[in-house]
């Protein structure tokens, strides 16, 4: 028994096993991966517990021409009694199923399910002994270990000057910057105003007005009202049709501030009074721009940008490369261990345990549950075999690490490592979370050992080679 439990579990555990030693409970395989658990109750399993309740609810009870607490016994069974037996012989049918299930190391796969077949009509007003049976999909035995034998190819990414300067070029648009120009071309910025205008051109009096606009010529999808703009100054007015500069009905709702449904029972004609031309200009390599991004004098020439850009991709490279190398290793330990799963068990669990998954897309889909099955089942083996085990600490910093990315996302890179553990102290509060985390690192440790142990097959690849992959 865990040694962190309390005393009331400790407690629900005796409880449990001394029903378990009065209770009928058989376990009968009826073939290597399936089998059939048969329980049987008697009045005696359950009456204490039902008659405690029925006596608590008498105390409680409520009813004219009766004092509290003197309500009649006869009264309160014939009131609750089947309801609470109901939910008592369930309580007690669970809770003395995975128990056994516990006690006598049966690890199954999925959930119990109600056997298909013999299930006994249950009528908890007339009878006093119940019988239950259940379907179980036994887990296989695996006896696998990793081994120098095990080989499994381990891609490394080459970085190419292609890349260099796509990355670089990157770089510069991110940090680049919109500035005024003169005149407007294909692709600037016009800021002004919108003015709502009949067909001839002329303002509609108390029209829409739409102040503090931004539009993108680039942006917009018809040649003939991009080009009214082309050579217009600061001070112009320019009439155009805006449904047709911009067709979707979604940017034209950004642009004018109303409801995307308003769009449709709209005249597309407005004038653009201009404020404003401005030109987005990327950023200009110099120690400005290395500043901005490394840090104050952290870079100090092209040179060192471009040493800190290989290693910047070199390191996400890294990253996909363990995450193939992952997905190799699953496959092959997979092909390796030659795992037989109850497959009609498991298909019917999940059929009749998740809604949101039909008969055709499992036919279509199963063969990846059957894998997805098989690895968790060699991911205990082996975790199980090697005593891999993973510390708070290490949860922790994992779920620090998961908040950074999380951080990274919304555009904030630097977090002060007091958010971050605050922030992942919240994370392991939240059991599923904290279960996922737990996980998470075990699976991570786990694949360290397999990397360590199996006889990696180094191959070099261009990127492009690399993503096909995924293609096959």
Known sequence: MPSDVNNDSIAVFLILNNYLEKMNITLENTDKLNAVLSMKLEQADYQDKVGEILKDYRRKAKVDGFRPGKVPMGIINKMYHTPVLVDEVNKLVSESLFTYLQENEVKILGEPLPHKDEQKQVDFEKDSEFEFKFDLGLAPEITMEVTAKDKIPFYKIKVDKKQEDEYADSLLGRYGEFISVDKAGKDEMIKGVLVKCDKEGNEVENGMRVEGVSMSLDMMKDDDQKILFNGAKAGDEITFDVKKAYPNDTEVASLLRIEKEEVAML????????????????????????????????????????????????????????????????????????????????????????????????????????????????????????????????????????????????????????????????????????????????????????????SLSEKELSSEKFRKLYEK
């Open 267 to 454: 005249e597309g004609t407005f004038k653009c009074i201009i404020a404003e031309i401005q030109k987005f200009e990327k950023a200009v390599i110099g120690q400005e721009l290395f500043d901005k991004v490394y840090g104050e004098g952290e870079v100090k020439s092209e040179d060192e940008m471009r040493v800190r850009i290989r290693e910047e991709i070199a390191g996400s490279y890294e990253r996909e490369s363990e995450y193939r190398f992952m997905v190799d290793a699953r496959e092959g330990l997979i092909k390796k261990a030659k795992i037989d799963l109850p497959v009609d068990f498991l298909k019917r669990w999940m059929l009749e345990t998740n809604e949101n998954i039909t008969e055709e897309q499992l036919k279509d889909d199963f063969e990846k549950y059957e894998d997805d099955f098989r690895w968790q089942l060699i991911k205990e083996h082996l975790l199980m075999q090697q005593e891999i085990k993973v510390s708070a600490d290490e949860a922790m910093e994992m779920a620090k690490g998961v908040a950074l990315n999380q951080y990274t996302q919304y555009g904030i890179p630097n977090v002060p490592d007091e958010y971050l553990e605050n922030f992942a102290k919240e994370m392991l509060t939240k059991p599923e979370e904290s279960r996922k985390i737990y996980d998470q690192k075990a699976e991570e440790k786990l694949i360290a050992f397999i990397k360590s142990t199996a």
